[in-house]
Nanobody, 126 residues
Framework: QMQLVESGGGLVQAGGSLRLSCAASGGTLSSYNVAWFRQAAGKEREFVAAFRWTTVTTSYADSVKGRFTISRDNTKNTVDLQMNSLKPEDTAVYYC???????????????????WGQGTQVTVSS
């Protein structure tokens, strides 16, 4: 199976930026749909962004649209999440995952998950 490892998390002030990276081993990420999720303490897991392999397109949750950017780097075999204008509400553990994607209008939903990373902590202070 393919393994995923997230990195790039840390502590940042509100309004700052972080770049998360999802690195794959045992497979080529360019052949998979990849999504980022986050889970804040005491809350449910939340979809953040997705990269669709077949159409090379991206989708974002409304809460991060315009601030976060998901991209694929085939040379590094990674999918990255650039996070700008960070808010305290963005504080969470961020995970990347692979699976199938179903489009509901302009909204992407991932299901039949095949790989999960261990997560990387992002903390935004006010």
């Amino acid at each position: 199976q393919m393994q995923l490892v997230e990195s790039g998390g840390g502590l940042v002030q509100a309004g700052g930026s972080l770049r998360l990276s999802c690195a794959a081993s045992g497979g080529t990420l360019s052949s998979y749909n990849v999504a980022w999720f986050r889970q804040a303490a005491g809350k449910e897991r939340e979809f953040v962004a997705a990269f669709r392999w077949t159409t090379v397109t991206t989708s974002y949750a409304d809460s991060v649209k315009g601030r976060f950017t998901i991209s694929r780097d085939n040379t590094k075999n990674t999918v990255d999440l650039q996070m700008n204008s960070l808010k305290p509400e963005d504080t969470a553990v961020y995970y990347c995952a692979t699976g199938k994607i179903r489009m509901e209008g302009a909204i992407a939903h991932m299901y039949d998950f095949t790989s999960w990373g261990q997560g990387t902590q992002v903390t935004v202070s006010s």
